[in-house]
């Protein structure tokens, strides 16, 4: 089956929704999402949007504070953009009906300043995040998704997963995207879907890890298929760990937002050591590169398998209204966080590196997009600041709508493509599944303990050296069975490992969230990004 757009949306996250709902005033569009349509990292944001919205704070702070945070690789004008671009981005959810928690009433005119409650986070020098109690992610793609099913030029395609973007040069034409082959809800077809352009919106890579914050989406399919069809990727050494996910033998990493030392909790050992102002000035506010690594030498010190986090010197009932989500879920697990602390440990976060893309979200492959986690604009640097990934990809997601609809018009027209419908060949379904299953944990086993918080450049050399040898048994299972869900992960997860540890060897100091053993300190010769092609291995390169 084949259907053509002119916008194919892939992801429904922040910047997928974003982009589809302005791309949708000027042309028709089809988003189609891996789970459920609200099923994305976006849904889980806990803090909020970092943004310059009181009165005593301004832009040059966040940017300096953004600068401060990527550890000399931001690219300032990226910086720049997203800073200044984000109040309005934030007034724009606001009319489309977010309900973000406020200090006074619930709708702003355009003339009217935006009265937000303003939350606080590591590296922030203000209070400017806003957020909806500890629900932010939730209620930003409520507001979306509830706008966007009113379009009627706008196909939401859910449970569909896509496997590999559609190059025009393969079938004689010029080297362009002209779409992409979608596995359909069932999982027994693949759809050939075609577009003017081609958006990836399909957020991070967490599942790369063994532990990571990051629901089961976020297997690097984005960067993965970019990187096959031959897009230059950036950066991908830096992935950043979050310094608090609740620490439970059943549960499964769940998020412990920053915004709770952002209200005055505090970070200790057992013995009720509080040892944050011996790594940093800022203490539990420092970077949040700092607080993972402090956290992970103070576990290794002492032998524990967790440190607590307390912010049960706050009134009960401000603790239950300002984080309900995070009281519910400890509820769950027999803690109450508003009389006892909480056992915390870091975990896999935010891909801080990505498909290297313009300011418009364009990468280098004409009618291939790439925004919010997926992309690398070099908003982040080396390292992200808490709450400024919903901000790019609402500014990106804008920007990137607004640039393809001036383009969309040349693209119009145009002869379609002669690409054929994908073909199965000589697959059998498979018949040992566990072969998928026994990969998978074992990459992010290894990923989880050599290419960790921290790394040493022997333990690399180990990770490649296997993934080298999975890849081989991946490539031939892939050839040989019929394609499920499963398998299209596991081979984008290799490949993103991949990406991981290569771009990490080739950075011969610490700088940011890539802190190696062997180099301790950042070099100013590395002060460059990492780029990376098919073909081509990674090197560095002036931003
Ligand atoms: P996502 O929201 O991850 O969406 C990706 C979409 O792509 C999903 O719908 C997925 O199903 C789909 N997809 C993936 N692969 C395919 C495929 N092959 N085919 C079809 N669809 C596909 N950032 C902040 O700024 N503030 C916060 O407070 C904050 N809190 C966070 C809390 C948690 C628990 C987590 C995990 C992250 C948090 N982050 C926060 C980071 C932030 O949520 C993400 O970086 C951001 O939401 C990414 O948005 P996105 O649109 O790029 O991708
Ligand atoms: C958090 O709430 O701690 C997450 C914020 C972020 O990842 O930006």
Same mark, same amino acid.
């Given at each position: 089956?084949s259907?053509?757009?002119?916008?194919?949306?892939?992801?429904?996250?922040? $910047?997928?929704?974003?982009?589809?709902?302005?791309?949708?005033?000027?042309?028709?569009?089809i988003?189609?999402?891996?789970?459920?349509? /609200?099923?994305?990292?976006?849904?889980?944001?806990?803090?909020?949007?970092?943004?310059?919205?009181?009165?005593?704070?301004?832009?040059?702070?966040?940017?300096?504070?953004?600068?401060?945070?990527?550890?000399?690789?931001?690219?300032?004008?990226?910086?720049?953009?997203?800073?200044?671009?984000?109040?309005?981005?934030i007034?724009?959810?606001?009319?489309?009906?977010?309900?973000?928690?406020?200090?006074?009433?619930?709708?702003?005119?355009?003339?009217?300043?935006?009265?937000?409650?303003l939350?606080?986070?590591?590296?922030?020098?203000?209070?400017?995040?806003?957020?909806?109690?500890?629900?932010?992610?939730?209620?930003?793609?409520? $507001?979306?998704?509830?706008?966007?099913?009113?379009?009627?030029?706008?196909?939401?395609l859910?449970?569909?997963?896509?496997?590999?973007?559609?190059?025009?040069?393969?079938y004689?034409?010029?080297?362009?995207?002209?779409?992409?082959?979608?596995? /359909?809800a069932?999982?027994?077809?693949?759809?050939r879907?075609? $577009?003017r352009?081609?958006?990836?919106? *399909?957020?991070?890579?967490?599942?790369?890890?063994?532990?990571?914050?990051?629901p089961?989406?976020?297997?690097?399919?984005?960067v993965?298929?970019?990187?096959?069809?031959?897009?230059?990727?950036?950066?991908?050494?830096?992935?950043?760990?979050?310094? *608090?996910?609740?620490?439970?033998? %059943?549960?499964?990493?769940?998020?412990?937002?920053?915004?709770?030392?952002?209200?005055?909790?505090?970070?200790?050992l057992?013995?009720?050591?509080?040892?944050?102002?011996?790594?940093?000035?800022?203490? /539990?506010?420092?970077?949040?590169?700092?607080?993972?690594?402090?956290?992970?030498?103070?576990?290794?010190?002492?032998?524990s398998?967790f440190?607590?986090?307390?912010?049960?010197?706050?009134?009960?009932?401000?603790?239950?209204?300002?984080?309900?989500?995070?009281?519910?879920?400890?509820?769950k697990w027999?803690?109450?966080? *508003?009389?006892?602390?909480?056992p915390?440990?870091?975990?896999a976060?935010?891909?801080?590196?990505?498909i290297?893309? /313009?300011?418009?979200?364009?990468?280098?492959?004409?009618?291939?997009?790439?925004i919010?986690?997926?992309?690398c604009?070099?908003?982040?640097?080396?390292?992200?600041?808490?709450?400024?990934?919903?901000?790019?990809?609402?500014?990106?997601?804008?920007?990137?709508?607004?640039?393809?609809?001036?383009?969309?018009?040349?693209?119009?027209?145009?002869?379609?493509?002669?690409?054929?419908?994908?073909e199965?060949?000589?697959?059998?379904?498979?018949?040992?599944?566990?072969?998928?299953?026994?990969?998978?944990?074992e990459?992010?086993?290894?990923?989880w303990?050599?290419?960790?918080?921290?790394?040493?450049?022997?333990?690399?050399?180990?990770?490649?050296?296997?993934?080298?040898?999975?890849?081989?048994?991946?490539?031939e299972?892939?050839?040989?069975?019929?394609l499920?869900?499963?398998?299209?992960?596991?081979r984008?997860?290799?490949? *993103?490992?991949?990406?991981?540890?290569?771009?990490?060897?080739? %950075?011969?100091?610490?700088r940011?969230?890539?802190?190696?053993?062997?180099?301790?300190?950042?070099?100013?010769?590395?002060? %460059?990004?990492t780029?990376?092609?098919?073909?081509?291995?990674?090197?560095?390169?002036?931003?």
């Open positions: 089956m259907y053509s757009c002119d916008y194919l949306v892939i992801g429904s996250g922040v $910047a997928g929704l974003a982009f589809a709902l302005e791309a949708s005033e000027h042309g028709d569009v988003l189609v999402t891996k789970r459920a349509l /609200d099923e994305s990292n976006t849904q889980y944001a806990q803090g909020g949007v970092a943004s310059v919205l009181a009165e005593d704070d301004t832009f040059e702070s966040h940017i300096k504070d953004t600068l401060v945070a990527g550890a000399g690789l931001c690219h300032e004008m990226a910086v720049d953009v997203c800073v200044r671009e984000g109040p309005g981005r007034r724009w959810l606001l009319d489309l009906g977010a309900r973000f928690s406020g200090k006074a009433s619930a709708h702003h005119g355009p003339d009217e300043g935006i009265d937000l409650d939350g606080r986070e590591g590296g922030h020098s203000a209070r400017r995040v806003a957020h909806a109690a500890d629900m932010t992610g939730r209620e930003i793609v409520r $507001a979306l998704l509830t706008a966007l099913r009113e379009r009627p030029n706008v196909r939401l859910d449970n569909h997963a896509a496997i590999d973007l559609i190059m025009a040069s393969k004689g034409g010029p080297e362009t995207c002209v779409g992409a082959y979608v596995l /359909d069932s999982g027994e077809h693949v759809l879907l075609l $577009a352009s081609t958006v990836l919106a *399909t957020g991070g890579a967490g599942k790369v890890y063994l532990y990571t914050s990051n089961d989406i976020a297997t690097g399919d984005g993965a298929m970019a990187y096959r069809a031959g897009a230059e990727i950036a950066n991908m050494e830096f992935y950043q760990f979050h310094p *608090t996910c609740l620490y439970h033998p %059943r549960a499964k990493r769940f998020l412990i937002s920053e915004a709770l030392r952002g209200e005055g909790a505090t970070l200790s057992a013995d009720g050591d509080k040892f944050m102002p011996r790594h940093h000035p800022r203490a /539990d506010l420092a970077p949040r590169d700092i607080v993972a690594r402090s956290i992970d030498f103070e576990m290794k010190r002492t032998g398998e440190v607590l986090l307390d912010i049960s010197h706050r009134p009960a009932s401000f603790v239950r209204e300002r984080f309900p989500g995070i009281h519910a879920e400890c509820l027999g803690l109450d966080i *508003t009389t006892q602390p909480i915390v440990v870091p975990a976060h935010y891909m801080c590196g990505g290297t893309t /313009d300011l418009y979200g364009r990468t280098t492959i004409p009618g291939l997009w790439a919010g986690e997926v992309g604009t070099g908003l982040h640097g080396a390292n992200r600041l808490a709450s400024n990934s919903l901000l790019e990809g609402l500014v990106l997601g804008h920007r990137a709508a607004l640039k393809s609809r001036e383009l969309i018009d040349e693209l119009r027209g145009g002869p379609p493509p002669a690409v054929p419908e994908w199965v060949g000589d697959a059998v379904p498979s018949d040992e599944k566990v072969i998928v299953t026994q990969n998978w944990d990459l992010r086993r290894f990923m303990n050599y290419v960790g918080i921290v790394r040493s450049s022997s333990r690399l050399r180990r990770a490649a050296h296997r993934i080298a040898l999975l890849q081989e048994e991946i490539q299972y892939y050839w040989r069975f019929l499920t869900r499963d398998l299209l992960e596991l984008n997860i290799a490949t *993103t490992a991949e990406l991981i540890v290569s771009s990490a060897a080739s %950075r011969a100091e610490s940011g969230v890539h802190f190696t053993l062997d180099h301790l300190n950042p070099d100013p010769r590395f002060a %460059r990004d780029v990376v092609k098919r073909g081509v291995p990674p090197h560095l390169r002036n931003s």
